[in-house]
């Protein structure tokens, strides 16, 4: 019975890598935060403030007119989204952050960059800002040309 147990252990934790969000080994590496195809959601940033504002009552945390959150994470190549991290908080309430990285990681799904024809991974940083009591997600505008710059993880 006990070599039973020990190898259900062995299977479950080969298996974790299939089955949890990790990084790509794509171009040596790196993770990008520009590419030739940025990556896309599946809902427009308008649509995911509304999600938010129906989602989030901001009456319920100390939050100010004109604060700005920024949202971080990573998509793989598979178009997979975790590592979810608030960077530059306004001192916000830790279950206000709890409650608006859930929303954010149980609603959009990603397609992911492309660069040089491959898919890659993406660090991607969404800005929030609340202005009268209301969630709005800033849009960055697209770069038109292929430029890219890329940051490696030791």
């Known amino acids: 019975m006990k070599q039973l147990?020990?190898?259900?252990?062995?299977i479950f934790l080969t298996n974790q890598g299939i089955i949890a969000q990790t990084r790509c080994d794509t171009i040596d590496s790196s993770i990008f935060v520009l590419a030739e195809e940025m990556p896309e959601p599946n809902i427009t940033m308008s649509q995911l403030?509304?999600?938010?504002?129906?989602?989030?009552v901001l009456n319920?945390?100390?939050v100010s007119n004109g604060d700005s959150i920024y949202v971080n994470f990573i998509i793989n190549c598979k178009g997979e989204d975790f590592n979810y991290k608030v960077i530059r908080p306004v001192k916000i309430d830790k279950d206000f952050e709890q409650e608006l990285l859930s929303i954010l990681k149980n609603t959009v799904i990603w397609r992911p960059a492309i660069q040089n024809g491959k898919a890659v991974d993406f660090s991607k940083t969404i800005t929030i800002l609340i202005e009268n009591n209301k969630f709005h997600i800033v849009e960055t505008t697209k770069i038109e040309d292929s430029c890219y710059r890329k940051i490696t993880i030791q």
Do not use: D
């Open 5 to 10: 147990y020990i190898l259900a252990i062995v």
């Open 49 to 56: 403030s509304s999600v938010l504002n129906e989602s989030i």
């Open 60 to 62: 319920k945390y100390q």
